[in-house]
């Protein structure tokens, strides 16, 4: 029998606070030198916390849960991997530290970020960020939620909101996409404008009033696809860059997809169409130096 999701949502709840008291208690002597391949600094960074938590939920896992499958960012490492069921209708899916690169320079925007899907469709989300002492959590079919470290059911939590207010939007390898947030909106690229005065903790900001939106070429589906589903969930808006349908909730899995993601209906809109109208711009502009013109050279 499968189990049920809110039960699993319910189950990991002690499970991350745990994990989460076990990071920040080496957080003070984390010292990694190791990396892992990627194209900059945040795909790069690795330290012992995402090893050992990632161990951690796959045993919590494996315990309680003998028929789900399981996928962790650090799989390749993975001692436990090999235990979990080949082919399992439900999947739990972990990014043990999200925001390693943070969580090495002792900075406090980190987060784990658990999934639950099932037969490919995402069914839950929750974000744990240990620094706060808080949830961020959505069940399909039962909303959004929030609590703090002593949470352990859903009824008990309080519904989680997106909050306006703010103009920033986070970009990631979206350059193009940033050139044209930038005239009208405080956008910022989260690897290359990585500032720790500017005052940025973590995506769930957009439930704080503190950030707008975030917009990606290619944004992982384990956490940035986790987060876009919680948002959803408690109000806000999440599509392709170029507003099409986001299908990642309907098909989950391993893999990377262009996203803007925003507070509200109202901001995603005002987005999506300072995009459009600078792309058009653009075409204008190119079509205006074309041959004949005064501005050929």
């Known amino acids: 029998m499968e189990p049920a999701i809110v039960d699993m949502v319910e189950f990991y709840l002690p499970v991350l606070v745990t994990a989460g008291d076990f990071a920040r208690r080496i957080q003070p002597q984390i010292s990694s030198p190791a990396q892992k391949p990627g194209q900059n600094p945040w795909v790069q960074a690795i330290t012992d916390a995402d090893y050992s938590v990632q161990t951690f939920v796959e045993v919590a896992t494996l315990a309680h ?13 993975s001692r436990n991997a090999r235990y979990f069921p080949p082919a399992a209708d439900t999947m739990v899916w972990l990014d043990p530290i999200n925001g390693t690169f943070l969580y090495k320079n002792q900075r406090p925007g980190w987060d784990i ?3 639950i899907t ?21 069940v399909r079919g039962h909303g959004a939620f929030t609590g703090d470290r002593h949470s352990r059911q859903l009824v008990t939590m309080a519904r989680l909101a997106t909050a306006a207010g703010s103009a920033v939007c986070v970009t990631y390898q979206a350059p193009d996409a940033l050139a044209r947030l930038r005239p009208q909106w405080d956008a910022f690229d989260i690897v290359e404008d990585d500032d720790p005065q500017r005052g ?23 956490d940035w ?18 507003g099409r349908p986001f299908g990642g909730f309907d098909d989950f899995h391993l893999g990377s997809s262009d996203m803007l993601v925003a507070a509200t209906p109202a901001l995603h ?7 459009r109208r600078s792309a058009l711009l653009r075409v204008s502009s190119r079509r205006s130096r074309g041959p004949g013109s005064r501005w050929c050279r």
């Open 65 to 77: 849960f003998p028929t789900a499958g399981f996928f962790g960012e650090e799989q390749d490492q």
């Open 113 to 115: 970020i658990l999934s």
């Open 118 to 138: 099932h037969r490919g469709r995402l069914q839950a989300a929750i974000s744990y960020m240990p620094v706060r002492e808080r949830f961020y959590l959505a």
């Open 200 to 222: 940025f903790d973590n995506l769930n900001d957009l439930f704080t009033g503190r950030l707008a939106a975030y917009a990606s070429n290619s944004a992982d589906l384990l």
């Open 225 to 242: 696809g986790a987060m876009a589903f919680i948002v959803t969930q408690a109000g806000g808006t999440a599509s392709g860059l170029d």
């Open 269 to 275: 809109s005002a987005l999506l169409e300072t995009l």
